[in-house]
């Protein structure tokens, strides 16, 4: 079946600091891929998304690129900001009608602490 | 437009009770999805209804169940409360178009449930 890892945290950052969160998947039909965040306390966000390979989701400074070849959607940003504490979901979402149609794969959720 | 609601957002039950969770999705979504968070854990997909049908479940016991509503909004019900219920619970809606899941889901904040 369907499935996403990413890597384990907590991440720890100073601020204006460069962040990879790296996320891998593995899906039998043709998945659209995820970043989800989630603060404090929230649900979750959508903060970007790809829908096939070599596409570049983008939002508030972060990018991931679909990468077929290697089976990734590694998340990145530049240069990070103590409001961007938080949980990052890497998730995938297969349109065929499979076992796991209709549900999202949720990685395991990377904490991320940026500090002043 | 207002995003998708739930209701309460906090709940404290005993064990054995029965909880009901409340959820409103986006307008236009035909689409619910229910996930528990439970705490250091990552999200475990729960239910999907559309159209008033369950159309695909997770790997929970049948004491976890719901429905969904003519207009769309659903309820989940955990009949026989035990301590290791006690979580976030997480609803999302998205559109489904020609029968097949669209693949972005949005989040409401949850509803934490306590069993004491």
């Known amino acids: 079946g369907d499935s996403v890892t990413q890597m384990e945290g907590p991440v720890t950052l100073s601020e204006e600091a460069f962040l990879t969160i790296n996320c891998t998947y593995t899906?039998?039909?043709?998945?659209?891929l995820f970043w989800y965040v989630q603060y404090p306390g929230e649900g979750l966000q959508l903060l970007l998304k790809?829908?096939?390979?070599?596409d570049k989701g983008s939002n508030k400074g972060f990018e991931a690129t679909y990468r077929k070849e290697t089976t990734s959607f590694h998340l990145e940003k530049g240069s990070v900001q103590v409001s961007d504490s938080a949980v990052y979901f890497c998730?995938?979402?297969?349109?065929?009608?499979?076992?796991?149609?209709?549900?999202?794969?949720f990685g395991a959720g990377t904490q991320v602490v940026v500090t002043p | 437009e207002a995003g998708v609601t739930q209701s309460p957002t906090h709940l404290i039950k005993t064990r054995g009770q029965q909880a009901t969770l409340r959820c409103s999705p986006i307008?236009?979504?035909?689409?619910v999805y229910w996930y528990q968070q439970a705490l250091g854990l990552g999200l475990q997909f729960l239910l999907w209804?559309?159209?008033?049908?369950?159309?695909n479940r997770g790997n929970f016991p049948p004491r976890f169940s719901g429905r969904q509503f003519p207009n769309y909004s659903s309820e989940l019900n955990v009949n026989a409360l035990e301590l290791e219920d006690s979580a976030l619970y997480l609803c999302?809606?998205?559109?489904?178009?020609?029968?097949?899941?669209?693949?972005?889901?949005?989040f409401g904040p949850g509803t934490r449930l306590l069993v004491l």
């Open positions: 999302a809606s998205s559109l489904v178009l020609a029968g097949a899941a669209q693949e972005t889901q949005y």
């Open positions: 998730a995938l979402s297969d349109l065929l009608p499979t076992d796991s149609w209709g549900k999202f794969q």
């Open positions: 209804y559309d159209e008033g049908e369950e159309r």
């Open positions: 307008s236009g979504h035909t689409s």
């Open positions: 899906a039998t039909g043709y998945p659209s």
């Open positions: 790809a829908t096939k390979a070599d």
